[in-house]
């Protein structure tokens, strides 16, 4: 199908000039924009006619694909935003594939949810390949350079670890388990260059760790257990960042089975131990990575996996059980020091450590619920708050790396009002209002604001209003110039009310309202992505703290007075 440009030309001179829009093939190094459904029925129809450069704009609809835009430089953007465009993976795989992104590739405005991860294939001893491969996230997968915005990633599961192969005596080694995908974005591999900001991850579930081959009693030790895939986002590169967005209710999965001891006549080889837990939001790998302006609440850690059996060869030495994997963290995992800035933890936890195997295996220790301890983490201007267990797991050495911005709150500290949304928001007299360090806010290298300058700090929250704004009822006791930043990942409102009805914010209640009110009541996720500064209890007309059901006749009435 041809492509429409908008071009201007002059006709020749017989009467009047003319203005006239042509249809023509696209003309060499001109970027065209392909419309979804208007010029194309399917997104993977637009996406294969489209050529390097161009934008893909996606109307309002529920697209049941999957896609594949791997080595490909294009802009794929949901014109309505993630509250109206739904790619839904069916639970047939991943929903996005997009390895090797090239320079200038951006993914804007989607809701994509149902994805389910293809499992890593097993180990084959026969052909050298002995391991087991890792699985798939469920939602995007990602490498090269791709920006990845204002999109919500809902209900995505990651594909389980390959199971390694069994050794074979002169052969070939006991093969590790794969490690299980992430639920919903993998942006990994020492090439990623991209960035993720302003993105919502609920719901989703990392995969399972695949299990570790057994060795051979002659002369193999027993493989590793797979480690299980955390439940929203794998992340690798350089520097990678997060930035701008909520980690809601995900879960990591489960760490891969150990081997179980094998025997030999009057011989028993070493039963393994089980796999770690995927943490319950984001795992990054090397480079140096930073937690920015983010909130993480209720996520869970996965479980550890199971011991290998042990066992008792004929006149032999009994072999125990191994102990079973560690419960993974309830936010993050990371084997490189983490920076954190500006963020809000709430009600995360960590996954139990797995049972021991048979014959005497002990259990596994619990994970943090936050995350490992390294004395080189950066901490700074970030709030904690309900947590289960142990912040983190070790030993923490909090006097060197924080001061006083470095807060533990307890449960009166912090105003939580129930809503979905401005729960999370220091409440009247918290502690964390005008109590943060200027110099330690993060830096706005993504340029969210649009001014070109990204060597200044970040200069909206996470809901996108300013960053600083002063309480004259508090006493600066922050670092640096005034106005001083709030503690977290939100600034205190100073003032806020909600007007019934009035599900948009836009200061009234009418028919404006009522698509809102429907998103509100359908999708409250999505509802709190899109009108982030916006509240839930607005359309709660019948008063019982909740936005249900039964609020939608007293809103109909309401708006028909």
Known sequence: MPRLIATQW??????????????????????????????????AAAVAAATSTDEVHVGPGVYTERLDLSSRRLTLRATAGPAFTTIDGEGLGT???????????????????????????????????????AGRAGGLRASGVLVVRNCVFMNNVGGAGGDGADSIVGQFDAGHGGTGGAGAVSADGPDFFGRIYYCTF????????????????????????????PGALAMSGPTPTPTLCSFLANFGGTGGRGADASQYFNLASQAGMGGSGGAGAVAMYGGQPTLANCLFARNQGGSGGEGGAGATPDGGSAVPGAIGGSGGAGVISTSTALTTRSCTLVENAGGTGGTGGAMGGGAGSNGPSTALALSSHSIRNTVFHLNAGPQFAGSMPIGSNCAS???????????????????????????????GHVFDLPMDTLDVDGDFLTGESLPVD????????????????GVGPPPMPDIGAYERLPTFTVTAGDMNCDGRFDNYDIDVF????????????????????????????????????????????
């Not at 996470?462 to 600083?468: E, F, K, N, V, Y």
């Open 10 to 43: 002059l006709a020749p001179r017989v009467g009047c000039a003319a203005a006239v829009l042509l249809v023509i093939a696209p003309l060499p190094g001109i970027a065209a924009v392909l419309h979804v459904p208007a010029d194309y029925p399917t997104i």
């Open 518 to 561: 429907v998103l509100a009541l359908v999708q409250p996720v999505v509802y709190g992505h899109v009108h982030r500064n916006c509240s839930l209890l607005a359309g709660d007309f019948d008063a019982d703290g909740a936005l249900t059901n039964f609020d939608i006749d007293a809103f109909v009435a309401a708006l028909l007075e």
């Open 95 to 133: 929903v996005i594939t997009w390895t090797n992104a090239v320079s200038g590739s951006v993914l804007e405005g989607f809701q994509i949810i149902n994805g389910r991860g293809a499992p890593g294939a097993a180990g084959q001893p026969t052909s050298g390949f002995q391991n087991g491969a």
């Open 462 to 477: 996470l809901a996108g209003i300013s960053r600083r704004i002063d309480d004259p009822a508090v006493a600066d006791t």
């Open 405 to 435: 911005d470095f807060v533990l709150v307890g449960g009166a500290n912090v105003a939580f009002a129930g809503e979905f949304v401005h729960g999370y928001r220091p409440g009247p007299g918290s502690p964390l209002i005008d109590r």
């Open 202 to 229: 609920y719901n989703n579930s990392g995969g399972r760790g695949g299990a570790a081959g057994r060795g051979h009693v002659l002369e193999s030790q027993p493989g590793l257990a797979g480690l299980a895939g």
